[in-house]
C-alpha cells in the first residue's frame, strides 16, 4: 500500500478519457490504483514484460457501468529515472458512445446519456471551462 512515504506526486489522481489505456512501464514503479471498494491506494509492480491496462471513463460509460474506470496515478520516489510508454485507445470523432440496449433494463438504468468523445475530450482539455477541474469530466457532461 502506498502512503505519504511513497514520494512525490508525478502525475495526479485522475481517471482516463479513452476507452482503454494499455501502458509498459521500465522496472521503475510508480504507478498506484486506488481500490474503489476500501479507496486505498495500491503499488502496482507488473512484472519486467507485462502490460497495464487501465479502463477509461468512455469504456466505463459504454458498458453501462459494468466496468469501472480506474483511478491511478504516479508517485515518484528514488533516484532513478521512470519511463512509461501509453496506447491510449479513443474513438474517431463522430461516434457516438452509447451504452447497447442489451445493458440497460430496470436493474440497470442508463447511466450516461449518448456522447461524442471528442466533444467530451474538448470540454475536459478547453482552459476556459470548468469542466475540466472535475473529479469525472464523464459525470460532469454526460449526466
Not at 512515504?5 to 494499455?22: K, N, W
Request: contains cysteine; proline residues 4%; aromatic residues 10%.
Amino acid at each position: 500500500m502506498c502512503s505519504s512515504h511513497c514520494g512525490q506526486v508525478g502525475l495526479g489522481a485522475h481517471t482516463d478519457l479513452d476507452l482503454v489505456t494499455i501502458l509498459y512501464q521500465n522496472e521503475v514503479n510508480g504507478l498506484g490504483v486506488q481500490s474503489s471498494s476500501t479507496g486505498e491506494w495500491i503499488d502496482c509492480i507488473p512484472s519486467k514484460d507485462s502490460f497495464i491496462v487501465i479502463i477509461g471513463e468512455s469504456l466505463h460509460a459504454w458498458l453501462n457501468g459494468r466496468l469501472k474506470a480506474t483511478y491511478h496515478r504516479v508517485m515518484l520516489s528514488g533516484d532513478k529515472p521512470r519511463y512509461s510508454v501509453g496506447l491510449f485507445t479513443v474513438p474517431k470523432a463522430g461516434y457516438m458512445i452509447k451504452a447497447p440496449e442489451e445493458l440497460v433494463d430496470e436493474a440497470h438504468p442508463m447511466l450516461y446519456k449518448p456522447f461524442d468523445y471528442a466533444e467530451l475530450y474538448s470540454m475536459r482539455f478547453d482552459a476556459s471551462n470548468e469542466g475540466r477541474y472535475t473529479e469525472s469530466g464523464l459525470k460532469g457532461y454526460c449526466v
